[in-house]
Each structure stands twice: as C-alpha cells, then as structure tokens.
C-alpha cells in the first residue's frame, strides 16, 4: 500500500476543507502534507482522522504541517446591556466564537462588563 493510499481519508478530509496551498508530496518514504486551515477547528479534524490512521503516531511516514490562517477581526466596545448573543447577532457570528476569540478576557461567557473591548471575528 502507498502512502498516498494510507493517508487517504486525512488528503481527501484537506481538500473537503479547501485546505489553502494544500501540497501532498511523497519524498524518501515520507508522505508531507502542508497548506493552510481556516480554522484551528479544521486542522483538529485533520489531526483526528491522522489519530485514526496512526494512533499511536509512531509510523513516522507521515509529516503534516497545517498553518492556521490569520483571523480577520473588527474590535468592539462592549455596552451597558450587551451580551456576547446580542454583540454575535449585529455582526453575523455565534457568541461561540466571540467567546473563543477573547478567553484572554471574558472568564464567564454570561458575565460581560461594559467597556471591555472585544475582537469579533469576521467570517
């Protein structure tokens, strides 16, 4: 079995995901895998289905660098009445993913403080 065949499911999980300049090379026995994920949620799926194939990541066939891109934020002021549901609606995001984009700053989801400046990702 080649590598190519091996490591299936995990190169066509990348490309399902539109992994950026997704390259799949094979070079002295080696299977490299680069490009560029969306999200660090995209490259835990493709670390998942690698577990799968090697679960104990021992094989030592396989060398999968996945950058993820750089987010795209717009920083917002919260306000008096503001939760992180309202802030997610006005700009098109779950609060899921404010809460993601600012742990460094809110320790309860349902405890916001006006005044906080907040990065909302833009998707």
Do not use: C
């Not at 080696?30 to 194939?53: N, P, Q, R």
């Amino acid at each position: 079995m080649g590598l190519q065949e091996k490591y299936h499911d995990l190169i066509s999980l990348a490309a399902d995901l539109v992994i950026a300049d997704l390259l799949v090379r094979e070079q002295n026995n080696v299977l490299y895998i680069d490009g560029t994920a969306k999200s660090a949620e995209d490259k835990e799926k493709l670390w998942g289905v690698y577990g799968k194939i090697d679960p104990d990541f021992r094989a030592a066939d396989a060398v999968v660098n996945i950058e993820v891109a750089d987010t795209i934020t717009t920083d917002y002021t919260v306000q008096k009445g503001d939760s992180l549901s309202k802030i997610g609606k006005e700009h098109g995001v779950s609060w899921q993913v404010i809460y993601e984009a600012n742990k460094d700053i809110i320790t309860n989801p349902d405890l916001i403080q006006p005044g906080w400046k907040l990065k909302i990702p833009i998707v």
